[in-house]
């Protein structure tokens, strides 16, 4: 078993940053991969960023390249995303997640097991 605790999240304004961070516990020696993933009203909820546990590989949705940033401590078994120049268009709620399952890639929801609570940030305008 894998528990996920997101943190972080907020109000802000357009173009201002935001950190979120999420903390692993159990068993996360068996997890390849985490990503973040996030949910507006009325949408469903849509890949944002991912990285590989032990190599570093990431990737990212187009809608936030050059935006976000993320990143894991291997350490505090804690995964991160850094958000800068933020748009009204991000405002969801931001679910961290965990693999226990290897895969090509790791962009779809249906490749994760484990989710966070969710996290909310809105972006005003």
């Known amino acids: 078993q894998v528990q996920l605790v997101e943190s972080g999240g907020g109000l802000v304004q357009a173009g201002d940053s935001l950190s979120l961070s999420c903390v692993a516990s159990?068993?996360?020696?068996?997890?390849?991969?985490m990503g973040w993933f996030r949910q507006a009203p009325g949408k469903e909820r849509e890949f944002v960023a991912g990285?590989?546990?032990?190599?570093?590989?990431?990737s990212y949705a187009d809608s936030v390249k050059g935006r976000f940033t993320i990143s894991r401590v291997n350490a505090k078994n804690t995964m991160y995303l850094q958000m800068n120049s933020l748009k009204p268009v991000d405002t969801a709620v931001y679910y961290c997640?965990?693999?226990?399952?290897?895969?090509?890639?790791?962009?779809?929801?249906?490749?994760?097991?484990?989710w966070g609570q969710g996290t909310q940030v809105t972006v005003s305008s």
């Open positions: 997640a965990a693999t226990t399952f290897y895969y090509p890639t790791y962009t779809s929801e249906s490749r994760y097991n484990y």
């Open positions: 159990g068993r996360t020696f068996s997890m390849p991969a």
């Open positions: 990285i590989s546990w032990s190599g570093g590989r990431t």
